[in-house]
């Protein structure tokens, strides 16, 4: 939290959290101040807090698992952002910004994707959501021999579904 000051801190997965954590960042989000572990005095921080999780936090909540009070005190702006197998005509789009990343990132020139592999692109169901298809186009894109990412590119469990492909007009 101190690093964060002044800035904006993100929690990823904080549906995870220990209850017994959940009742420490209460008592932070309540009173804008932390204390170092040994510390004796409260220092004042001015952070913004993001909090991300793929889990039901209604449930939790009644189920125990997660404080009320907190979830209230977190969710002042909620974005949900539906699976990405709930909005599959998003999936060209990601396709070409994941596929310039990753190039850039291995040193390599971007590469084209075969309408083949795009329909078992668009028609996996992707539970792991975008961070498993950055992963499948990162691997597409180390084991394409040429200019264009192949249906044969892809890995195993994408191509398995190639029987239920979407036609893209």
Request: glycine share 6%; with cysteine; hydrophobic share 45%.
């Amino acid at each position: 939290f101190e690093q964060a000051h002044a800035g904006t801190l993100l929690l990823d997965e904080i549906g995870e959290m220990p209850i017994a954590l959940q009742t420490r960042l209460l008592r932070v989000l309540e009173g804008n101040t932390v204390r170092r572990i040994g510390g004796q005095k409260d220092r004042p921080i001015d952070v913004r807090v993001v909090a991300a999780t793929s889990r039901d936090l209604g449930s939790m909540v009644a189920s125990g698992a997660f404080r009320e009070d907190l979830l209230y005190r977190l969710k002042v702006v909620h974005i949900s952002v539906p699976a990405l197998r709930e909005r599959s005509e998003d999936i060209p789009l990601l396709v070409d910004a994941l596929i310039l990343r990753a190039a850039q990132r291995l040193g390599r020139a971007p590469v084209e994707v075969s309408q083949e592999a795009m329909q078992m692109l668009m028609a996996h169901s992707w539970p792991g959501n975008v961070r498993e298809l950055e992963n499948a186009l990162e691997r597409a894109l180390l084991m394409a021999s040429g200019p264009c990412i192949e249906a044969t590119d892809l890995p195993i469990d994408v191509a398995a579904e190639k029987d239920s492909a979407l036609t893209i007009g």
